[in-house]
């Protein structure tokens, strides 16, 4: 159980579209005035519920938390739902009800060489991490993406650390990203780096595969449907290391991740 | 305002400083919702399923959203009534608030040993049978929709938990919930709790599959309110012992619904998902409400539906 975690009501300060695809934004980065929070850790989430959802919609959504600082809290979503559709409709000046910071982010060595990977959306959380690390010449990042690049808040880490980029347009493009991956888990893990990552689960599973097959020091931040976010719902449950065919066994990835090391988790 | 609610039993008494619970499955232990508000300011809160052994419970996906309401299929997931007594009851705030412990089994003999394992722990107030569960196979919701097999658990289970308050949680998918009601009654239930969740189901028409790995689910949240309410009106027409309202109650006018039909307490559910602080916040405007409507206790608004 996060210790400082409050339920609070935050201010809408902005709400920006980044990039658009055929003529429509469905990415937003959306500023809130800054929760009383004592600490927050990159890897942490919101669950973020505006009054527009009425009963209609029950659950709040989970949000990566992308950064803060003394005056804000930002998120960034992607529309993909009714919920994020309506969050995509907030103006400023509005409130939303925000749960946070819940669950538990990501590992940080300071004088560790970390390799970041971001697959798409799973950029979220590295901004903050990035923008917070005390040495970031010891990290970089492959980010693999398929919209256009400006629909992701990119531009603060290339100014801070060194980004592959790789978008995937044409099958081919897997190819290439999957190759760059599995080379850059190799090198890390043979200088007994960290690696961080954090994306779709089919881009989570390849990470786990090669990290679990070169004995990696590898965290992953997982994503999936929630209800509650503190514990309760027992809805977005993740399968643990020591789940067998006859005695499965999950754990919460609100409370127990979302950021997992992949030695006690299976993918 | 008196908030105060004494839950009168056949051969128990359970006193509540109001008449806001938290139900099973939405609460966790409590301890997850500690953050978000006093669990001593609560009439008492009702713990996840217990089971005699530990359950890994159900494949994913187990939740979806619906309109004004979910489904789950979680399938009873929990650390088995050994690891809770020895590990979780201790820290839960028994002295200040009524810690009341749902308890699931697959046969009538596993509810009888669970009953007999809770009935030596002074931290709990009362159990909560769960003859309604919808989710699990092997039994499951058969419990709660066979009026001799209902009697046969809620019989073993008093006779099993001699010093507990004891409460039978009842299933809406039923011909006849008052009968099922009065076979409990019959077999010395304290109260009746109702309603468990809805069974129902979601299709996502691209794919053309099931939403749930279980395919069906329980509904639950405030799609399911006026079930709920046409249940407790039944019951407490039916039956002599109290009656908790549950299911889809998300603001303090929902609560007085359910006192107007005949509840003597509610359980709080799904909206305890929508914000944590939901049943903490009910206790001070649930009294708030019942001052502007001129009441001065729970009880006295209780059963005051107008019929003519």
């Known amino acids: 159980m996060p210790p400082h975690a409050s339920y609070t009501h935050l201010t809408v300060l902005d709400i920006v579209p980044f990039g658009s695809i055929a003529g429509k934004n469905t990415f937003f980065a959306l500023r809130l005035s800054r929760p009383d929070w004592p600490e927050w850790q990159p890897g942490q989430f919101v669950m973020i519920r505006p009054d527009s959802f009425g009963l209609e919609i029950p659950w709040p959504r989970p949000l990566g938390i992308c950064d803060m600082n003394d005056r804000y809290l930002i998120c960034f979503f992607q529309v993909l739902g009714r919920g994020t559709e309506r969050l995509a409709q907030l103006s400023r000046g509005e409130t939303v009800a925000v749960t946070g910071p819940l669950g538990k982010g990501f590992h940080s060595e300071v004088d560790t060489p970390t390799l970041l990977l971001a697959g798409g959306m799973g950029i979220v959380p590295f901004i903050g991490y990035v923008r917070s690390h005390p040495q970031p010449w010891n990290l970089s990042m492959v980010f693999g993406h398929r919209p256009p690049l400006s629909c992701y808040p990119i531009e603060s880490l290339r100014e801070r650390i060194p980004v592959d980029i790789l978008r995937e347009t044409i099958p081919g493009d897997l190819d290439n990203l999957l190759f760059t991956l599995h080379e850059r888990i190799h090198d890390y893990s043979a200088q007994n780096g960290l690696i961080l990552g954090c994306g779709p689960k089919p881009f989570l599973r390849t990470l786990y595969g090669y990290g679990k097959s070169m004995g990696a020091r590898m965290q992953l931040s997982l994503e999936n449907t929630m209800a509650c976010g503190v514990g309760a719902c027992l809805g977005c449950v993740t399968k643990t290391a020591k789940t067998t065919p006859e005695t499965p066994e999950y754990v919460q990835t609100c409370t127990k991740g979302p950021v997992f090391w992949i030695d006690q988790i299976v993918l | ?308």
């Open chain 2, 1 to 308: 305002m008196d908030l105060s609610v004494t839950l009168k039993g056949q051969s128990h008494t359970l006193s509540l400083k109001n008449p806001i619970l938290t139900a099973s499955g939405t609460f966790g232990y409590g301890l997850e919702f500690a953050p978000y508000g006093d669990l001593a300011s609560l009439g008492g809160f009702i713990v996840k399923g217990l089971s005699l052994k530990p359950r890994g419970g159900n494949p994913t996906p187990r939740i979806v959203e619906t309109t004004a309401g979910m489904l789950n299929a979680v399938g009873l997931q929990n650390d088995g009534v050994e690891y809770f007594c020895q590990t979780t009851l201790p820290k839960l705030p028994s002295a200040k608030t009524n810690v009341i412990c749902n308890i699931y089994a697959g046969t009538v003999e596993d509810f009888g040993a669970l009953a007999t394992r809770l009935d030596g722990e002074d931290g709990v107030a009362a159990i909560e049978v769960n003859i309604s569960c919808p989710n699990v196979r092997m039994g499951g919701v058969l419990f709660g929709q066979d009026p001799a097999l209902a009697h046969q658990v809620t019989a073993l289970v008093r006779k099993n938990a001699p010093k507990k308050f004891l409460i039978v949680k009842l299933s809406p998918n039923v011909t006849d919930i008052a009968l099922i009601a009065k076979q409990v009654e019959a077999a010395g239930a304290d109260a009746i709790s109702c309603i468990n969740t809805v069974l129902g189901m979601s299709i996502d028409y691209k794919t053309r599959r099931p939403r749930l790995a279980n395919i069906v689910g329980g509904l639950s949240g405030p799609a399911i309110k006026p079930i709920a309410l046409r249940c407790v009106w039944q019951v407490a027409k039916a039956c002599s012992i109290p009656v908790i309202g549950v299911g889809g109650i998300t603001t303090a006018e929902d609560v007085v619904e359910f006192l107007i039909a005949g509840a003597h307490a509610v359980q709080i559910g799904t909206a305890n998902f929508m914000n944590p602080q939901t049943s903490f916040a009910l206790v001070p405007q649930l009294d708030t409400l019942l001052g502007s409507l001129g009441v001065s206790s729970v009880a006295s608004i209780r059963g005051t539906l107008k019929l003519d």
